[in-house]
Every structure is written in structure tokens, then in C-alpha cells.
């Protein structure tokens, strides 16, 4: 008898859940998997499977910096990560997550992930072709946040020991233009830099081994925000080959009225363009004559915050200044191949281009 009491007497032995358990039973149910591991069921063949996972987070997100240490130019179609969670999941665990991974530590693959990697070979033949693409959201909004925190603090803090060649004013001898060499001055900096350089879709845009050249921020500050005369980087990079590249990232919204870049695409496949002085402080060289592309069949990249640009070094392009109220902030990280060279000539003619122009 005392038995029979404690077999009915247990919670998974009362006639409630007896009744329940005959009924699944007749509807030929079954258990749902338990909620602290993950089913892994799949259709796929295992080895297609692994396929995905592997193609699906080469290109990602880009997050905040561990403590511990898709749109074209013209088309829209490459989309390197996202702010927003999945909409489709195609192998889901049974939990439904929010995020790109759930409590079970499954990661989610989502219906975008099979094109990631064919978006990728799209974004290399744009770059080939226009010599400019803009992606959407490759920067998460905290790691945008924490970039504008760092640099804050940097101005702050570091700034006012460091050489005056490493920033850029504006013309009224106060607002912040530029800061210069950030990698060699701040280790966050550097780390950033190249913990981007391992991203897999910037070797085949600078053709071999990227190797971090410099990064730095072009700011144009309400009102005073200067424009940028038409010109190509390896004016100032003086590269050889030219296979280098420059990711430009939005920190503040970018808009044709606030000073958004244009670039003339396709302008280089032209190789390096004559060039002469500006006098512009901080764009000190320039083209000789301007782009015979008129403004309005030029490609201007508007982005919003954690949207990128990337470049070719020998790309055209110029900027109008500023004369809105917004800021428009970017922080550019600059590459090239591991197999270029400082080309001599091009350096002299940089150097002097630089003594005629005006002390920032």
C-alpha cells in the first residue's frame, strides 16, 4: 500500500499527466526536446551544413573590440552583417532566438547567409569595375559607439602631447579636421585596424596580404567644415602598384548637404592623374585639371552610421564643405598589399606639394 501511495503520489505519476502521456501517445506525439540543448536536426547533408556555418560568419558584423586584448556603389546588393536580427532562420534550434546565438550556444543561419559568399565575389568584381562600393551596416551601432567614445577620449586625453602634425584644424585655428596616424599613436587604434585587415573580403581588393597603412578621421564640423578638392590617394600614398585601398566609415550620418564624398567611378583604370598644390591644409595635392565626370553623374555616397565606402587608391573623388548644423565624422582605415612599394619620384612630388601649403 505504501508503495502504491508513493507511485501515485509523485508528480510524474499522478493521473493528470498519466492521462496526458496516453493521449500523445494515440496522436502519435512525441516529447518536445528539452529547452537546455539544442536538437541539431537538419535535412542537410553534414558536411553542406558545415559548409554554411563556414560561409555564413567569414563575413559578419563588426562588434565592439574584445576587452581581452549588402550594398554596392550603384546596386545595394553586398550586405556584410547586420544591426537587426535574422528575419528567416533556415536551421534553427527549437528555442526561436532573437540573435545570432541562442541560449543553447547554437548559432543561427539565416536565409541571407548562402549569399554571403557569392555577394563577396560580387563585391570584389564591383571594386574592380567602379573602383568604389558602399556596403550597409558593417559596423554594429556599439562598436560605432564605442569608436566616437574613443576618439573623445583620445582628443581628451592624448592629443595635447602629441606632435602638431598629428591633427589638422579647421580655419577657425579650433575645430578638429583631422587626427593623423592614430595606429601609431594610440593602441586601440592599431588593434582596430588590424583586427579589420583579417576581414576576408579586404585581401582581394589590394591583391595579396593586407598589411594596415594608417588610420585616421576626416571630420567636418558644423558650419566651418572645409570641402575636399578633387584628387587620388596614392598622390599621397605614392604606391606601387597601386593596391591599396581606403574603408571609409560613417560615425555620424553622412548627407550630400553635410559634405558626403563623391567618387567618379571607373576613374582608376586612368593610373595616376597629373597633379599640383592645392593649399589646402590637409589635402595639400590635388588634380591637375578637375574630373571631366559632371557632379551630378558622379557617385555620392550619403551612409549612415556603420556604413562603409572602400575605395581603390587611384579612385577620384572631392567633397563639398559643410554648412549645416550636423557634424559629419568618419574614422578611415587605410591598406595595402604587402607587396608595394614607396615609389620615390611620386614621394618628392608629394613632399613639395606639402611645403607649399600652409601650417594647419
Avoid at 528539452?34 to 567569414?58: G, L
Avoid at 532573437?98 to 560580387?122: F, L, Y
Wanted: proline residues 9%; glycine residues 6%.
Amino acid at each position: 500500500m505504501a508503495a502504491d501511495h508513493d507511485r501515485i503520489a509523485h508528480p510524474r505519476n499522478t493521473p493528470a499527466v498519466a492521462n496526458r502521456r496516453q493521449q500523445r501517445a494515440g496522436q502519435g506525439g512525441h516529447r518536445r526536446p528539452p529547452t537546455t540543448r539544442c536538437s541539431r536536426q537538419t535535412t542537410r547533408p553534414v558536411a553542406r551544413t558545415k559548409a554554411i556555418f563556414r560561409q555564413a560568419f567569414e563575413i559578419s558584423l563588426i562588434g565592439p573590440t574584445p576587452r581581452s586584448g549588402s550594398q554596392s556603389a550603384s546596386e545595394g546588393r553586398h550586405r556584410i552583417g547586420a544591426t537587426r536580427p535574422p528575419k528567416q532562420v533556415i536551421r534553427p534550434c527549437p528555442h526561436k532566438p532573437t540573435s545570432e546565438w541562442c541560449r543553447c550556444r547554437s548559432r543561427q543561419v539565416t536565409a541571407a547567409s548562402n549569399r554571403i559568399v557569392m555577394d563577396n565575389k560580387q563585391l570584389v568584381e564591383d571594386f574592380r569595375r567602379d573602383g568604389v562600393v558602399r556596403i550597409r551596416s558593417v559596423f554594429s551601432v556599439e562598436m560605432v559607439s564605442e569608436i566616437r567614445t574613443e576618439l573623445e577620449r583620445y582628443i581628451r586625453d592624448d592629443l595635447p602631447a602629441k606632435p602638431a602634425d598629428a591633427r589638422t584644424l579647421e580655419a577657425d585655428g579650433t575645430s578638429i579636421r583631422n587626427l593623423w596616424r592614430l595606429e601609431q599613436h594610440h593602441p586601440y587604434f592599431r588593434e582596430l585596424g588590424q583586427r579589420i585587415a583579417t576581414r576576408e573580403f579586404i585581401a582581394p581588393l589590394v591583391g595579396g596580404k593586407p598589411v594596415l597603412a594608417g588610420v585616421e578621421t576626416f571630420n567636418k564640423p558644423p558650419h566651418v567644415g572645409s570641402g575636399v578638392p578633387p584628387h587620388q590617394d596614392n598622390a599621397y600614398f605614392c604606391q606601387k602598384p597601386p593596391d591599396m585601398l581606403t574603408l571609409w566609415v560613417a560615425i555620424d550620418p553622412v548627407t550630400r548637404a553635410n559634405g558626403a564624398v563623391y567618387f567618379v567611378k571607373g576613374s582608376h583604370k586612368l593610373g595616376l592623374l597629373p597633379t599640383k598644390p592645392t593649399g589646402v591644409t590637409g589635402n595639400s595635392i590635388g588634380l591637375a585639371e578637375p574630373p571631366v565626370t559632371h557632379k551630378s553623374d558622379q557617385f555620392c555616397a550619403t551612409l549612415a552610421p556603420g556604413d562603409v565606402t572602400i575605395h581603390h587608391c587611384e579612385t577620384i573623388h572631392h567633397s563639398e564643405p559643410n554648412r549645416t548644423d550636423q557634424s559629419r565624422l568618419a574614422l578611415l582605415l587605410v591598406y595595402r598589399g604587402s607587396h608595394t612599394a614607396t615609389d620615390v619620384q611620386l614621394q618628392a612630388t608629394y613632399s613639395q606639394a606639402v611645403a607649399a601649403t600652409p601650417p594647419a
